[in-house]
């Protein structure tokens, strides 16, 4: 007889966030059972409360990116370098699933986050087909998942610290090409600004400047390399242009990373990026609205170079454990997981993560 498992599951957007009582899946061959440790509330998540998102398949049981330990395997489970994995064993595994490897984006094109095949835990798989999604005591993880084991040096509250702000970032720098000496302006004090800031120091910069607030957000990103800090509840849009152009000596900046989701960021950013400069746009995972800028005066005349970043890839979920491991006693991602939730005070996590009162919250499904 099989195991209960309890989740929070997301029924319809704009309505509660419920328990329910899912029984343990019946393993395939190679595929595994995750006791999850943590897994956070990040934009996504409030995105998905607030249907903007579409063609999701409520009910879903949202989050992303998760880690835990192998609760059980069907056949020997191996991770991504093929060593084999044990019971017990901590674990993260890369959320992006199911990509072809056949269509155009996956071969010719090479960026797989655009594969139609492509799905994602806790945002693309509904509760109705299992329990793929980390605001649950255990994750099914199917076959072919990819998975890693943990560092030893690094935490759960290490990994979902920097989660998929830490990710995602790994694919900013890898899109913003900065070099060393660059002047670095990110857009947004999340914690995909605040991770882009942080690789942007070691990727180089000679300067790196966040725009963002409230205040304990901006005091954080000073501690996680930031060398300025702009909030924009004191300065208006002019103003914060005006402080970038002075911070560069009249030149604006080598790269701008926007990690804002706003259209006026952008309209912004175009405007302190330096003549030949790049403008990385990672922050509009959903449709805000429109921006006006004037292709002539911000693009075309200044000659610069825009870069979407849309997701990321295996190879960058792998690298993030790689600089957890290498830098945790120097950046601080654990801080940046401000609040635990257990799975009753779920929608309190939503309320807070929707306020932007803190730069991220987790959950623990055992708390």
Not at 2 to 7: F, L, R, T
Not at 10 to 27: G, T, Y
Not at 208 to 227: F, K, T, W
């Amino acid at each position: 007889m099989s195991s209960k498992v309890i989740a929070a599951v997301m029924p319809a957007p704009r309505v509660p966030v419920e328990l329910r009582e899912f029984d343990e899946p019946d393993l395939p061959v190679g595929g595994a059972l995750l006791r999850t440790a943590m897994s956070e509330v990040c934009g996504t998540d409030v995105h998905l409360w607030h249907g903007r998102l579409s063609g999701v398949p409520y009910p879903i049981i949202p989050g992303h990116v998760t880690t835990g330990t192998l609760d059980k395997a069907r056949g020997t489970l191996k991770d991504v370098q093929g060593n084999i994995l044990n019971e017990g064993d901590r674990l993260a595994f890369f959320d992006v699933h199911r990509t072809c490897g056949k269509c155009l984006a996956c071969t010719a094109n090479r960026t797989p986050t655009r594969c139609p095949s492509r799905r994602v835990y806790g945002i693309t798989d509904s509760a109705t087909e299992g329990l793929f999604g980390g605001w649950s005591q255990k994750v099914y993880l199917e076959p072919g998942v990819v998975v890693a084991k943990l560092p030893d040096r690094v935490t759960f509250e290490d990994y979902i610290g920097g989660g998929c702000g830490l990710l995602t970032s790994v694919h900013i720098i890898e899109r913003a090409k900065i070099v060393m000496g660059d002047t670095v302006v990110v857009q947004g004090a999340g914690a995909v600004g605040m991770c882009s800031a942080a690789l942007a120091r070691k990727a180089g910069a000679a300067q790196v400047i966040i725009i963002g607030a409230p205040a304990s957000r901006l005091e954080l990103a000073g501690r996680m390399g930031a060398d300025a800090v702009i909030n924009i509840d004191t300065a208006s849009p002019d103003e914060r242009i005006a402080q970038v152009m002075a911070l560069t000596n009249g030149i604006g900046a080598d790269v701008v990373i926007e990690a804002a989701g706003s259209p006026r960021a952008f309209e912004e950013g175009v405007r302190m990026a330096r003549n030949g400069g790049a403008y990385v746009i990672a922050g509009h995972y959903t449709n805000t609205g429109d921006s006006t800028i004037n292709a002539h005066e911000h693009i075309n005349r200044k000659h610069l170079d825009i870069r979407g970043c849309w997701g990321s890839e295996a190879g960058h979920f792998l690298r993030a454990l790689t600089i957890l491991d290498r830098y945790r006693d120097e950046i601080p991602f654990k801080d940046i997981g401000a609040k635990t939730y257990g799975l009753t005070e779920i929608n309190e996590a939503l309320e807070v993560a929707a306020s932007m009162a803190i730069p991220k919250a987790l959950v623990d499904p055992w708390r």
